[in-house]
């Protein structure tokens, strides 16, 4: 068994405010009876970019944010995975995830593969790949003996990433997300249960909610919030509709074991 929290974030485009933010819902964690062994937060949350036209604010490995974090992942012995712009080693702007696991060293355990180019009727054009690299391919990690599968936000539309984790057995496909509200409406919780039921495991979706105001004009953004924890047979488990705070879960091997022994996808797998 593994407890897990997911935080939901409300991020703006001002670091100190949204790591004020994310270190007090680490302090509530850790006094809750329940204290979970790691915190899933969603995607953008150091820095959200309000404004379309603003500088996104890409954190290197080296920034005095990470080791806050690290120190406070230290101290109340709860792991940490958060989703932001991150400069990387190689000098480019990834939508990357990070790990920091108590006294160990930050490990990037994802770089976003699918960027959102979109361009919604009567709404302005959205373009990561402006600002971001792409990353190049799936990745998995292990945390306490669960195999986790990566993805960020508009990765959740394509199946064969998914495809990829559930022919390695992830036992937690991890989607941290910053969704806008109209395709929330229509997809989120329809992609999400598909992609536990197709691989037969436990999801983990963190969203950003709420109006998102600049620190720097009077622009703001929406997004559409509804953080999940869906099971392996599909059913939404636990889940924070709107609001900043946190979700919290046991996840469990003999569940996901349970799925799978009563529909064995696996050995009827052809392609």
Same mark, same amino acid.
């Given at each position: 068994m593994l407890k897990v929290a997911l935080a939901q974030l409300n991020s703006n485009d001002d670091i100190?405010?949204?790591?004020?933010?994310?270190?007090? $819902?680490?302090?509530?964690?850790?006094? !809750?009876?329940?204290?979970? @062994?790691?915190?899933?937060?969603? @995607?953008n949350s150091l820095f959200f970019r309000v404004q379309a036209d603003d500088k996104v604010s890409a954190l290197d490995i080296h920034s005095s944010v990470w080791a806050e974090l690290q120190n406070k992942a230290d101290s109340t012995g709860i792991a940490l995975h958060l989703t932001t712009a #991150?400069?990387? @080693?190689?000098?480019?702007?990834y939508n990357a995830s990070v790990l920091i696991s108590p006294n160990q060293k930050l490990e990037i355990t994802y770089r976003k593969i699918h960027l959102f180019n979109i361009t919604l009727s009567g709404q302005k054009s959205i373009r990561e790949s402006d600002v971001f690299a792409d990353g190049t391919g799936p990745s998995i990690f292990e945390f306490k003996g669960f195999k986790f599968g990566s993805s960020i936000c508009y990765d959740v539309r394509f199946s064969e990433l998914y495809s990829y984790y559930a022919k390695h057995d992830v036992d937690v496909? $991890?989607?941290?997300?910053?969704?806008?509200?109209?395709?929330?409406?229509?997809?989120?919780? #329809?992609? $999400?249960?598909?992609?536990?039921i197709e691989s037969?495991?436990?999801?983990?979706?963190?969203?950003?909610?709420g109006s998102h105001h600049s620190s720097k004009s009077d622009a703001?953004? @929406?997004?559409?919030? !509804?953080?999940?924890?869906i099971g392996p047979w599909g059913e939404i488990l636990a889940q924070k509709v709107d609001g900043v705070g946190l979700v919290y879960f046991d996840i469990k091997k003999a569940e996901i074991a349970a799925v799978r022994t009563q529909i064995p996808m696996k050995s009827h797998r052809r392609l």
């Open positions: 100190q405010n949204n790591l004020k933010s994310i270190l007090n $819902l680490i302090d509530e964690a850790f006094a !809750n009876p329940n204290k979970p @062994e790691i915190i899933f937060f969603p @995607e #991150l400069l990387d @080693e190689d000098k480019k702007v496909i $991890l989607i941290p997300a910053a969704f806008l509200v109209k395709t929330g409406q229509a997809h989120w919780d #329809l992609l $999400l249960r598909a992609r536990a037969q495991c436990y999801v983990l979706a963190a969203a950003q909610a703001h953004r @929406e997004t559409y919030g !509804n953080s999940m924890i």
